[in-house]
């Protein structure tokens, strides 16, 4: 092997530390900060070490890491391997931000208890030779819980309040998902029954042991966990070209923009209304709760084969993609629409889009019939973002890629971002023609526009507390809903902004570059990249044209 390409040896052995590490974390996207690094599909029957010391292992190996990876990046040479080098050491430096800067394992109960619960998920779903493997690994995941949750009691300092109220609802759902597993495994001879369930009797106890941790502690506000990586995240993880500031005043230009797109709309469909009462009363379809799955399992179908009429790869739009109700453990982390994806390049693993309708930590009836009505009144949308031509695709195409290092790292700001553009994608195509449908796509993008300004401009001292509470009070949020938000964004800075800048990051390269090739062929192109930096992008476009 050339010598310029030993970095591949080290991006190796670097995603098989991480999956050995975090086998758990690197299979599921929930964990955003880590690739899905392909060897952790070898250890299904392993959970995360989360012992402190090993920890602090993890970390120092971590920056070893970077520095190998910075020492053998320059500017000189071919513009692939650096794109690769470039993405390994913003890789590296998204998980020291998560594991060193900020520290999240010391005061997220959320994290352990994710870990155990995705991990026994996976463990009976994911892909495997025959039944004796799948239990196997399962026994051997839930004779782990106990040593996790417990490395969470002894790394866990104090909990905001946001992670504590989730942890405690998410304890309580862990025990329903064990007590569905204890049916599911009572198929088993008695021999392998007992043993399954001696461990979820364990299982059990040390959710809680860990309920009881929780809660012998309180909780301290949110605001109080708040670690300043804004900068960091968009320089170091983000590679991102723009600056905070210059973030903020795209957001703010962009909010205008809409909000007048939006007065537009409403006189035009009448002036006697104002847009929040046209987005309110508008609900394409009635129906029953118990039909929202239907609605939109039908509504991918519809997206696949329009998709497929304008350019895109049939084999992408077909990946397996089942449409389900949020998993037990899952309901109080989730949001009413989520996506999750397949991890191995297995062509039968299937992702999944969970649907929502009922969040038990309001237990509000009131509560509930806006949630329907917000999943009838956004369903195009929504289905879009989380599947076709969204998530589900972006994740199918990368998946597919033929770089290990570029088929294994995700990066929030394109993911996000791309999601985000994918709803603006229907409008583009034709899909939308219902003047209504056009303001609900608009309201979503005022959202994701403040979501962005508040993510920077607190951080940069752009934007007051109150101010924040405004945007979120005039995208349609009650005023203490505004105030949960604002609490829960503090806790993962530079996460928001993905949706909303990473969306017009995407229509930059559009206008830029759409015009020199075809769709089908310009999205191609950019998608086969993998998730690079816009700037990065800009670079591959700009080298294929001089080519031409």
């Given amino acids: 092997m050339n010598r310029r390409d030993d970095y591949k040896k080290s991006a190796d052995r670097y995603f098989d530390f991480l999956s050995r590490r975090f086998p758990v974390m690197c299979a599921s996207d929930e964990f955003d900060f880590l690739p899905r690094s392909e060897n952790a599909a070898r250890h299904y029957d392993k959970l995360d070490r989360f012992e402190s010391n090993t920890i602090e292992e993890s970390i120092d190996k971590l920056k070893s890491f970077q520095k190998q990876f910075k020492a053998a990046n320059d500017e000189e040479g071919d513009l692939e391997r650096f794109i690769d080098l470039k993405l390994l050491q913003a890789n590296a430096a998204g998980i ?100 399954a369930l001696k461990l979820i009797n364990n299982a059990k106890a040390s959710l809680e042991k860990f309920r009881q941790f929780l809660t012998s502690n309180s909780p301290e506000p949110d605001r109080q966990f708040a670690v300043s990586t804004l900068e960091t995240s968009l320089g170091d993880h983000f590679l991102s070209a723009h600056s905070a500031d210059e973030i903020f005043a795209i957001a703010r230009e962009e909010w205008q923009a809409i909000l007048e797109q939006l007065q537009q709309l409403q006189s035009q469909i009448d002036a006697n209304k104002t847009w929040e009462q046209l ?115 972006l994740d199918s195409f990368r998946r597919k890629l033929n770089s290990p290092i570029r088929r294994q790292i995700e990066s929030p700001l ?55 509470l405004d945007l979120l009070t005039t995208c349609g949020f009650a005023s203490a809903e505004a105030s949960r938000q604002l609490d829960r964004f503090r806790l993962n800075p530079g996460y928001q902004l993905c949706y909303g800048y990473g969306s017009h990051e995407f229509k930059q390269l559009k206008k830029k570059y759409g015009h020199l090739s075809e769709s089908k062929e310009f999205y191609e192109f950019l998608l086969a990249g993998g998730e690079l930096p816009f700037y990065l992008i800009e670079r591959r476009f700009e080298k294929l044209h001089q080519k031409e």
């Fill in 414 to 468: 394109f993911y996000e971002g791309w999601a985000s553009y994918a709803e603006s994608m229907l409008i583009d195509y034709g899909y939308l023609s219902d003047p209504l449908e056009s303001l609900v796509s608009l309201k979503r993008e005022l959202w994701r526009s403040a979501r962005c300004q508040i993510d920077v401009g607190l951080t940069i001292g752009k934007l007051s507390e109150h101010a924040a």
């Fill in 96 to 195: 020291l931000i998560e594991l060193d800067t900020k520290r999240s394992w010391q005061y997220n109960p959320l994290l352990y208890l994710k870990i155990c619960f995705i991990g026994l998920d996976h463990a009976l779903n994911k892909p495997a030779k025959d039944s004796q493997e799948v239990r196997e690994r399962t026994l051997a995941r839930l004779s782990c819980i106990p040593d996790i949750l417990k490395n969470g009691m002894d790394n866990i300092r104090s909990v905001p309040e946001t992670y504590y109220q989730a942890s405690l609802r998410m304890t309580q759902d862990s025990k329903i998902y064990l007590d569905e597993i204890s049916k599911l495994l009572s198929k088993q001879t008695s021999e392998h029954q007992d043993a």
């Fill in 279 to 393: 987005y309110h009363a508008f609900t394409p379809y009635q129906v029953a709760e118990t039909e929202i799955v239907a609605l939109y399992k039908d509504e991918i179908h519809r997206l696949r084969a329009f998709f497929s009429q304008n350019g895109f790869s049939e084999e992408l739009l077909s990946s397996p993609l089942e449409i389900i109700y949020t998993p037990t453990y899952l309901k109080s982390v989730r949001s009413s629409a989520s996506f999750a994806a397949a991890f191995s390049g297995d062509p039968q693993e299937k992702s999944y889009f969970y649907i929502s309708t009922h969040f038990p930590q309001h237990n509000n009836k009131e509560t509930d019939h806006h949630l329907h009505r917000r999943l009838n009144r956004e369903y195009k949308m929504l289905t879009a973002h989380e599947t076709i031509p969204g998530h589900h695709f």
